[in-house]
Nanobody, 121 residues
Framework: VQLQASGGGLVQAGGSLRLTCVAP?????MAWFRQAPGEEREFVAG????????SYTDTVKGRFTVSRDRAKNTLYLQMNNLKPEDTAVYYC??????????????????WGQGTQVTVSS
């Protein structure tokens, strides 16, 4: 099972992008992670299946918005006011995740192939 992520690209600082992730499975919490060159993969934002309550890492709060279309098993990440430090490969994950493990990539069973986001200064 592989998720399909898309929407990355090259944008200037201050610009916007919208990422999309389609999952062939339903009933799972979903999240976005990102990995910059030479860095560990880190949690960006996610939504639990049950509550639908969003979680964000501090560095994107107020700039990124995560949402989902349950009927389409699709997760979105609207990224506004992008900064050069947002440059990374963005991955989406899906899994039976509880609130306390939302930010841990090991909690997710399925992953997409990643989409590159590059923000120029």
């Amino acid at each position: 099972v592989q998720l399909q992520a898309s929407g990355g690209g090259l944008v200037q600082a201050g610009g916007s992008l919208r990422l999309t992730c389609v999952a062939p499975v339903s009933g799972y919490s979903m999240a976005w992670f990102r990995q910059a060159p030479g860095e560990e993969r880190e949690f960006v934002a996610g939504l639990r299946w049950g509550s639908g309550y969003p979680s964000y890492t501090d560095t994107v709060k107020g700039r990124f918005t995560v949402s989902r279309d349950r009927a389409k098993n699709t997760l979105y990440l609207q990224m506004n006011n992008l900064k050069p430090e947002d440059t990374a490969v963005y991955y989406c994950g899906a899994g039976k995740v509880i609130a306390s493990t939302m930010t841990y990539q090991s909690a997710y069973n399925y992953w997409g192939q990643g989409t590159q986001v590059t923000v120029s200064s």
